[in-house]
C-alpha cells in the first residue's frame, strides 16, 4: 500500500466554491457571497467557527473559483515580514488573496499593517479564527471586512458526503484502493467525529491504514473504526467562545428545568477538567435563578461545592449532578436579583435623595444637635418588632423594587411582604 506525505484532509480540500460541502447558509447557490465570487468579486472576510468546520478549505475553494494569486499564512508562525512579501507580489501582479489563520493572534501593529494595503486593493483578506471576531479582532479590521461568517459543524448527512467522496476519489483519495467498507462504519466516523470534517477525513485515513488484509482486500471492521474515532469528537477551547457558549447553555438549561439538556452540558464541561466555572455557574444560578422560590438551594450547592473540592475528579461529577437535577427540578424565581438591578440602575441615574435624619448615625456626641437619631422608632420596642416608619428618602418614597412572585417558598415571603405594605400603607397616612 502507498502513502501519502500529504494528509487526506489536505487533499480532498475542495478545489471550488461547488466543491464546497456543508456551510450552505454562507456559500449556497442562493446566498450573495456565493454569487458574488461567481462573477469573479471576492470581498475581504472573516471566517469563524471550531476547528474542523472548514474555515482554510473555503478559503481555498474561494480562491480556486476565481482562479486569483492566493498566499496562506498563519498568525501563530508568520508576521510582518511575510505579509511584507505578499504585499511585494501584490504590487508587481495586482490584487492578491491573502489568507491569515488564526488572525486574532496577530497584535494590533500586525493587524494595522494590513490596513492601507486592503484599501487601496492590493490584498483582499480572508482571515479565519476560532474566537468570536466580535471580541478578539482588531475593529479597523472588522470595519474593513464586507463579510463576518460564522461556520457551523458539518452535519452526520454531510459528512457522509466528504468521507464517500473521499472513499471514492481515484486522484486525491482511495478510489484505487481495494477497500471494503460498511456504509454503517462510514456513518459511525461521521457521528463520531461531530461535525469535524478534517477529524473525520483523518479518522478515514487511519482507519485505511490501520485494516487487516484478506487476499487483495483491506477489510475495515467495527473494531478498528472504534479504536481509530475514540475522543475525536471532542472539542474544549478552555477561555474560548465555546466554552462560554457550553456555560451559558448549561445555565439556561437548568433554567428552563431540562434536566437531560443540563446534564449534557455539565458531562462536556466535565471532560474539559476545569472544575472552578461549574461550581461558579452552580452557585450563581442557586441564588439567580432559584433564588427565593428555593432559598435552601443555596446552602446545598455550597456543600456540593465543598464535597467536590475535597473528592475532586472523577468522583466530583456525582455531587455536581445531584445538585444540577435538583437546582433543574426546583422552583425558580429572578425577583431578589431584579430588585437589586433595579436599585442600583436607580443610584446610577442619580436618584439618590437625602437619608431620613431618624435613620442617620446618633451614637456620637453632638449628632442629636444636628437632629440625627431623633424620632427613630426601634422595632423591638414594638409589638411583633415591627413599627410603620420611613425608610426610603423622602423622593424615594413609595417606590417598589422587590416584586415577588408565588413560586415555591416565595409564596410565603410574597405574602409577608404584601401584608407589611399594606399596614404600613394604612399608618402611615
Request: aromatic share 8%; hydrophobic share 40%; glycine share 8%.
Amino acid at each position: 500500500m502507498l502513502f501519502s506525505q500529504e494528509p487526506l484532509s489536505i487533499r480532498m480540500r475542495p478545489r471550488t466554491i461547488d466543491e464546497v460541502v456543508g456551510q450552505q447558509h454562507i456559500i449556497g447557490p442562493h446566498t450573495a457571497l456565493y454569487k458574488m465570487i461567481q462573477n469573479g468579486y471576492v470581498p475581504s472576510m472573516l471566517l469563524y467557527g471550531e476547528p474542523g468546520v472548514g474555515k482554510t478549505s473555503l478559503a481555498y475553494a474561494i480562491a480556486g473559483t476565481v482562479e486569483r494569486e492566493f498566499f496562506a499564512l498563519n498568525a501563530t508562525t508568520s508576521g510582518k515580514k511575510e505579509m511584507e512579501e505578499v504585499v511585494a507580489v501584490a504590487k508587481m501582479s495586482g490584487n492578491v488573496i491573502l489568507f491569515i489563520d488564526e488572525i486574532h493572534r496577530f497584535n494590533k501593529a500586525q493587524q494595522d499593517y494590513l490596513l492601507p494595503n486592503i484599501e487601496n486593493g492590493l490584498i483582499t483578506l480572508i482571515g479565519a479564527t476560532t474566537e468570536n471576531p466580535f471580541h478578539e479582532v482588531n475593529p479597523a479590521i472588522r470595519s474593513r471586512c464586507g463579510q463576518i461568517k460564522q461556520l457551523k459543524r458539518l452535519t452526520v448527512e454531510e459528512v457522509t458526503v466528504l468521507l464517500q467522496r473521499a472513499l471514492h476519489d481515484d486522484k486525491r483519495g482511495f478510489g484505487t484502493l481495494p477497500i471494503e467498507m460498511d456504509d454503517r462504519l462510514l456513518q459511525r466516523i461521521a457521528v463520531g467525529t461531530n461535525g469535524d470534517a478534517r477529524s473525520a477525513l483523518n479518522a478515514l485515513e487511519a482507519v485505511v491504514y490501520a485494516s487487516p488484509k484478506s487476499g487483495d482486500r483491506i477489510v475495515v471492521d467495527e473494531q478498528t473504526v472504534s479504536q481509530c474515532i475514540e475522543n475525536k469528537g471532542f472539542f474544549h477551547d478552555k477561555k474560548g467562545d465555546v466554552y462560554y457558549s457550553l456555560l451559558s447553555a448549561f445555565q439556561k438549561s437548568i433554567r428552563g428545568s431540562d434536566v437531560d439538556a443540563a446534564l449534557y452540558y455539565l458531562a462536556r464541561l466535565l471532560e474539559g477538567g476545569d472544575l472552578s466555572p461549574i461550581c461558579r455557574r452552580l452557585l450563581v444560578i442557586a441564588y439567580e435563578d432559584v433564588g427565593l422560590a428555593n432559598p435552601l438551594m443555596g446552602i446545598k450547592v455550597n456543600a456540593a461545592i465543598q464535597a467536590v473540592e475535597r473528592l475532586g475528579l472523577p468522583e466530583a461529577r456525582i455531587p455536581l449532578s445531584v445538585v444540577t437535577i435538583e437546582l433543574c427540578l426546583s422552583a425558580k424565581s429572578n425577583s431578589a436579583y431584579k430588585a437589586i438591578d433595579q436599585a442600583i440602575r436607580d443610584i446610577e441615574q442619580g436618584k439618590l435623595g437625602e437619608i431620613p435624619a431618624h435613620l442617620k448615625d446618633a451614637h456620637y456626641k453632638g449628632a442629636s444637635v444636628l437632629g440625627h437619631g431623633i424620632g427613630y422608632q426601634y422595632p423591638h420596642d414594638h409589638p411583633n418588632g415591627w413599627v410603620a416608619q420611613q425608610y426610603l428618602p423622602s423622593e424615594l418614597e413609595g417606590t417598589q423594587y422587590y416584586v415577588p412572585k408565588e413560586n415555591g417558598d416565595e409564596k410565603h415571603y410574597a405574602k409577608v411582604y404584601e401584608r407589611l405594605c399594606s399596614l404600613k400603607s394604612k399608618q402611615m397616612k
